[in-house]
């Protein structure tokens, strides 16, 4: 089953929820739990690299844990210390395309659609 990756940014003093969450970056879909997973592990350590604090650190440290850990409904990673959020959730084939086809091709269509959205 595929696996759908959002990202979104949080506002200062804002709860974690749909309504307080504005979009940042298209978003990603992987075929794998494992893929999503090395997906987001990314993320957190690019956020990491642009900040060298050591609370950056210590976050980045829990939020990869935290990233690790993701299971096959998906789940949410953040707040970071900058507000972003990433979320992953497990969708069906058809929600990436209504066609069948490989694999592979239905990941690739959808992410080609929304980088050009």
Do not use: C
Not at 49 to 71: C, M
Not at 79 to 102: A, C, K
């Amino acid at each position: 089953m595929p696996y759908v990756i959002a990202t979104s940014k949080l506002h200062p003093g804002d709860r974690v929820t749909p309504d307080h969450l504005e979009l940042v970056d298209q978003p990603r879909a992987v075929v794998t739990l494992e893929e999503a997973r090395a997906v987001v592990q990314k993320m957190v350590r690019v956020w990491r690299d642009d900040d060298d604090s050591l609370t950056a650190w210590s976050a980045a440290y829990n939020h990869l844990q935290l990233a690790g850990t993701l299971d096959e409904p998906g789940g949410t990673v953040g707040p970071l210390p900058n507000g972003t959020v990433i979320e992953v959730r497990l969708v069906q084939w058809r929600d990436l395309d209504p066609r069948p086809g490989n694999p592979r091709t239905i990941i690739d269509a959808f992410n080609a659609r929304e980088r050009s959205a």
